[in-house]
C-alpha cells in the first residue's frame, strides 16, 4: 500500500502491514506475505518495486471497492494504459477481470470512485464527468439535473476554493439543476447519512425536474 503511494496512486485507507516477499522469502521464511497472481517476483534493485508488481500484489488484498479505486487512480493518472493494467491480470481469476470492468479512468479521485460504485450498486444510473454548457465539467450527473460533486480533503485548504466551489453551486441553480456537494469525510467515513440525502434527493424527483424547493446541499 505504502509502494502504491510512492508512485503517486490514490489508495483507500488500509491499516493492516503488508509485505511483499520475492521467492526466496516466500519458500523460507514464515510471512505472511502478500501474493500476486502469477509466479512470485524477482527482487529487483530499486527500494521501492514497480508499479506492475505492486499492483499484482495489492489486488489480492484489497477487496472489490478498493481494487477498483487503485486502479481508476492509475488509470486516471495515466501511470498504466488500459492494455497495460489489464496485461497485469491476464491469468488472473474471473473476479479480478470483474473489478476491472467496473473501472473508468475519468474518476479524479478516490472518494469519486467509492461514490459511484456505491449508487451503482443501488441500480442508480449516472454519469460521471459530465460537461455542462456554461458551468464546465461535474463529477457525477443522476438523471438530466442532479448533480453530485465530491471534494478531496486537499480542496478545502484555501478560502478561495471555497468561494469558487460556492459560485459554482450558485451557477447550478441559476440553470436550473439540483447540485449536492460533499466532502472526502462524508463519502469515507460518513457514507449512510450522505447517501440517505441523496435518495432523499431521488425519491423527491430532483434528477427529472429542473427545480424543487427545499432541497440542501450536502455539507
Known sequence: MSALRRHGVWVP????VHVRGNSSAVRTQPGPFC???RRPSPEGPAAVDDLDIVVRHAARCLDDEGTVVVFDSILNKQLMSWDELQYQ???APEYMHGRLAKCDGAADSGPETMARLRL????IKLRVQVKIDGLGTVDMLVGKYLIIEIDGWEW???RRQFQKDRTRDAIAHELGYCPLRFTYDDIVFDWDKTNARILTAIRAG???RSFLPGIEEGA
Open 13 to 16: 485507507d488500509h491499516h493492516d
Open 35 to 37: 501474493r500476486e497472481f
Open 89 to 91: 491480470f491476464r491469468d
Open 120 to 123: 451503482r450498486r443501488q441500480n
Open 156 to 158: 478545502h485548504s484555501g
Open 206 to 208: 430532483a434528477h427529472l
